[in-house]
């Protein structure tokens, strides 16, 4: 099929696909464009030429993801371009495969084959779950307690294939008796599938009970964020927590990813100082903050962890300072800033008389038995991690330099056990991935939390997009998701999708809200990625099935040039 022969129709077609995608991840009031998109792209498939068609792909992929990708530029323009660079291949790859079916038949392998190439490229090392066409599904979004996210994305690129025939047909004036019974057919080809979807999704079930929640949102700037004193951070985090919680009782605290810049197992005197405001508040506190495991066998045992203090266990471990003796903090008197001061470390701070946690060494390697940890088990590829660092180590200096770090990875669907129920942590990334906030559901988990920091981003869409991945992870797992953020949007992600008690953006902040808890399982946290998988299946046997046709009856079925 040859609709556009001319290179600049390709050019244009392309850039046109990729800018409208683009943008409507930007802003999603343009979300609708993910519904028609994708139209010039599959008119503009050449029938098995290979180059042209990748070449198309790669132009839209570039174009895509540069637009809604584009705050990447805040942190390092080198890692913004190579992500462009990177994803667009696979967009190269898909237009590629779809180049080898007939127009006709590509209204059923296309949704097929792109459910195929989001599955593949968001698995791996370099898995990068963002800009999942199902996310601009709008109010359709409810779809994902069925078949997930996934499931969506097939269901829009099979209305994209769709409207896309109907166009070509009318381009081509290609009139047959036969066309108005096939489009209708294909017509109810997604209707069946909404139906499905609708049939699939129950409703939310009443919660097993529910909890009070106070979030605290820091908005320390990430160019500051490694400068501010330790006391400083703290201060603003008590402050505000303090002003929330002595108003109105709550069941839990939480604060943001690394909302403390420091490392915990190095901090002793910082670590008694929460412990005692723990107890003082008579409240758990989960917050999100780095830490070395002296117990690692791993190169660099250093995790971004979110820590669960339990006043419980520090009533009952009895080795922590009397709150008393720092509630100084509390009433606003003169904070103590001498040198080697037990109430919050210094630069020249010596580890404090710890009594029964013992010497300095035997502190860090029991502090892991007194506390509730859970370390980050997807970690951003270049970010804070580089893939194969032992070899590619000028990778991994630019990296370092770059505000990255070496970290290790945890263990992927840990919960945090509470009185009220297991906690689900996602910190920051990973709230992108779906896979593993479903093993921490299946792990009994009764509420997600995503503690985070956009702040590397500033005021750009990526805290939006962000979010707008978060809202699937509700919605999928049946979850209520508490999110925390340093700065960009925090509040209560429903399992219906709604978004409550939000804090004002780009503020320091505080709220408390209500949170119910699930214990039933979705549809989707029971099926995983089957859905998939059997897109994969079914891409196989087309490809098949493609080859043992005729050539005559497969050219019979694409529209003349």
């Known amino acids: 099929m040859i609709l556009f022969p001319c290179s600049l129709w390709q050019f244009l077609a392309s850039t046109l696909t990729g800018l409208m995608l683009g943008f409507a991840f930007l802003d999603s009031r343009l979300s609708i464009w993910g519904w028609i998109g994708l139209v010039p792209l599959i008119l503009l498939l050449r029938y098995k030429d290979h180059s042209r068609n990748f070449l198309a792909g790669w132009l839209v992929g570039f174009f895509w993801f540069l637009v809604a990708c584009h705050w990447l530029r805040h942190v390092t323009w080198i890692g913004c371009f190579s992500l462009c660079l990177f994803e667009a291949t696979w967009l190269g790859l898909w237009m590629m495969l779809a180049g080898l079916f007939p127009l006709f038949w590509r209204i059923l392998v296309f949704p097929s084959l792109w459910v195929a190439e989001e599955f593949l490229r968001s698995k791996g090392e370099l898995g990068f779950s963002w800009n999942l066409i199902g996310h601009l599904s709008g109010p359709l979004a409810p779809l994902a307690q069925g078949w997930g996210v996934f499931g969506i994305s097939f269901l829009m690129v099979g209305f994209n294939a769709l409207l896309a025939w109907l166009v070509a047909c009318y381009l081509l004036k290609r009139r047959s008796a036969a066309m108005p019974e096939g489009a209708g057919f294909f017509l109810i080809l997604p209707l069946i599938w909404l139906g499905v979807g609708w049939w699939e999704i129950q409703p939310v079930p009443k919660p097993s009970d529910q909890i009070r929640t106070a979030i605290v949102q820091g908005n320390f700037p990430q160019s500051l964020k490694w400068q501010v004193p330790v006391q400083e951070a703290v201060d603003r985090y008590v402050n505000e927590t303090s002003r929330l919680a002595f108003n109105e009782p709550v069941d839990l605290i939480c604060w943001p990813e690394v909302s403390i810049p420091a490392i915990l197992s ?96 035997a502190w860090r390697n029991n ?86 920091n956009d702040a590397w981003f500033l005021q750009s869409a990526a805290a939006e997009q962000h979010a707008r991945q978060c809202r699937f992870r509700a919605i999928e797992t049946g979850r209520a998701v508490i999110r925390a953020a340093n700065t960009g949007i925090s509040g209560i992600y429903l399992p219906n999708g709604d978004l409550t008690s939000e804090l004002p953006p780009w503020t320091v902040s505080g709220a408390i809200a209500d949170v119910p808890l699930f214990e039933h399982l979705t549809f989707a946290v029971r099926v995983g990625d089957f859905f998939a998988w059997l897109c994969l299946v079914c891409l196989a046997f087309s490809v098949n099935l493609m080859r043992a046709m005729p050539r005559h009856m497969a050219e019979a079925l694409e529209p003349p040039s």
């Open 266 to 361: 190095e901090s002793p005197s910082l670590f008694e100082f929460l412990a005692g405001r723990v107890i003082d508040w008579r409240v758990p506190l989960l917050f999100g903050i780095l830490d070395e495991d002296s117990r690692s066998r791993k190169p660099f045992p250093l995790y971004n962890s979110a820590v669960l203090l339990d006043p419980a266990d520090l009533n009952s471990s009895q080795k922590f300072t009397d709150p008393r003796q720092v509630s100084w903090f509390l009433r606003g008197e003169p904070q103590q800033k001498a040198s080697g001061s037990a109430i919050l470390p210094s630069a020249e701070a010596s580890f404090p008389d710890l009594g029964v946690l013992g010497s300095p060494s």
């Open 367 to 452: 502090l892991r038995d007194v506390i509730r940890v859970y370390d980050k088990a997807r970690l951003l590829p270049f970010g804070e991690y580089v893939p194969l660092g032992k070899v590619l180590t000028f990778i991994q200096d630019f990296v370092e330099k770059s505000g990255g770090g070496a970290f290790s990875s945890g263990r992927a669907g840990k919960v945090l056990e509470t009185r009220f129920g297991p906690i689900g942590p996602l910190i920051c990334f990973e709230s992108t991935h779906a896979g593993l906030a479903r093993r921490a559901v299946l792990n009994g988990a009764v509420v997600l939390a995503n503690l985070t």
